[in-house]
């Protein structure tokens, strides 16, 4: 599976971005999908993720109420919906997948992920 992260960029403080992550190669429906965010000098922290069938998802407590990945199978793609952005939502967002062994499946954790993107850049202007 190879990923596209794209959708960043430099906002305001109470802003919206809608990060995409295309998927190509294999098939995007048997993989959950995972958005995780790095900042400089700090480990890559989980954000969010969605299950294969899209049924399933989770949102870190900071950015519930904020934050909604969804996908679309149609077009191979996760996204995640960022609203009411905050300065401490600046980082470099990547998307992941994973294979989905069972139904609902999904993985908060980076080790649950075989394939990452290349990341995206969120900066968020006070």
């Known amino acids: 599976v190879q990923l596209q992260a794209s959708g960043g960029g430099l906002v305001q403080v109470g802003d919206s971005l809608r990060l995409s992550c295309v998927a190509s190669?294999?098939?995007?429906?048997?993989?959950?999908m995972g958005w995780f965010r790095q900042t400089p000098g700090k480990e890559r922290e989980f954000v969010a993720t969605?299950?294969?069938?899209?049924?399933?998802?989770f949102i870190i407590d900071p950015a519930k109420g904020r934050f909604i990945i969804s996908r679309d199978s149609a077009k191979n793609t996760v996204y995640l919906q960022m609203n009411s952005l905050k300065p401490e939502d600046t980082a470099v967002y990547y998307c992941?997948?994973?294979?989905?062994?069972?139904?609902?499946?999904?993985?908060?954790?980076?080790?649950?992920?075989?394939?990452w993107g290349q990341g995206t850049l969120v900066t968020v202007s006070s």
């Open positions: 992941a997948a994973g294979r989905s062994t069972r139904s609902g499946s999904f993985s908060r954790i980076d080790g649950g992920y075989e394939y």
């Open positions: 190669g294999r098939a995007f429906a048997n993989y959950y």
């Open positions: 969605i299950s294969a069938s899209g049924l399933n998802t």
